[in-house]
């Protein structure tokens, strides 16, 4: 299930307000000991998460959750779970219980089945607020959160769909985009790259929406730049390329990034990107309806 993207927090007694994590989103299974660790997409996460994998989750039970890597302050961090740090699971919802699907039952008692199944002390559960959205907004912002997923009283878990009953509130927002091109670098980066040139899937092809070239560490400005050379095209994917600076080399779509940004400038760019990692979905899949999110001033 996932979340509607909502431009602000709010108060509402019927709604309940719990933590946003940067993570990896994951559903747990556990049958006859052997926990079996799943993607959004369905893809195997046991290799990848395994000290997550290795928990005595209990049997019979299917959890929807998310991988994080707290860094010292206590907050997840996605470049910290990039990087291969100690994962930890926050499960935030359950699906199935050893008696049967619970998906259809209210928001609450599925809460309640999540406090009373045993789960160990290592997996972190969601504490979440009722009514006060702004406070608890306040609050998350201050501890350099990432935000809030606002939950409606009674609802029930709709399976592979965007509900409103879900919305997400981002302080900082983020979304992925696919790389269409790069700008050369200068100075201490002439032999790398300067920018990633991005864009977003729409009816009428892949739309530019900016340059994004803060964020890389040292580390990854060669593997980037070779990946780069070996999708390398003589011209523009991109529908338009009004705007983008001269000297401007192009790719092949095939890599996908997360960008984590202020806002959306009038005409449609990203202000202030900055690189958060590469993302493994599909680059078809990252289109202006899924991305673009934020309703126009």
């Not at 709709?158 to 050369?184: E, F, T």
């Amino acid at each position: 299930m996932l979340a509607t993207p909502w431009p602000a927090a709010f108060d509402d007694e019927e709604w309940w307000f719990e933590v946003k994590w940067d993570g990896y989103r994951c559903i747990s299974s556990t049958a006859h000991g052997t926990t079996v660790l799943r993607s959004r997409r369905g893809l195997d996460l046991n290799g990848r998460f395994p000290e997550v994998a290795a928990l005595r989750l209990p049997d019979g039970w299917v959890f929807d959750g998310e991988v994080v890597v707290f860094d010292q302050s206590g907050r997840s961090d996605f470049s910290l779970l990039q990087a291969g740090g100690s994962a930890s699971y926050v499960v935030f919802d359950v699906l199935e219980s050893p008696a049967g699907p619970v998906i259809g039952e209210p928001l609450e008692e599925r809460w309640l089945l999540l406090a009373e199944c045993g789960l160990p002390t290592q997996v972190v559960i969601n504490s979440p607020v009722r009514g006060s959205g702004v406070a608890f907004a306040d609050v998350t912002k201050a501890q350099g959160l990432e935000g809030l997923v606002a939950k409606r009283s009674g609802s029930p878990y709709l399976p592979g769909r965007r509900s409103p009953d879900w919305r997400k509130v981002a302080h900082r927002r983020r979304i992925r985009a696919v790389v269409g091109g790069w700008l050369p670098g200068e100075g201490g980066r002439t032999g790398s790259f300067g920018s990633l040139l991005v864009g977003l899937w729409a009816a009428d092809g892949l739309r530019w929406v900016g340059a994004v070239g803060s964020g890389f560490t040292d580390a990854q400005l060669g593997p980037v730049r070779r990946a780069l050379e070996e999708l390398e095209r003589p011209t523009p994917v991109f529908v338009s390329t009004a705007g983008i600076p001269r000297g401007a080399r192009w790719v092949d779509p095939g890599i996908v990034i997360e960008i984590e940004f202020k806002e959306w400038t009038r005409d449609d760019h990203l202000r202030a990107p900055v690189f958060k990692g590469v993302d493994a979905v599909p680059p078809d899949e990252v289109t202006w309806e899924s991305e673009r999110t934020d309703p126009k001033t």
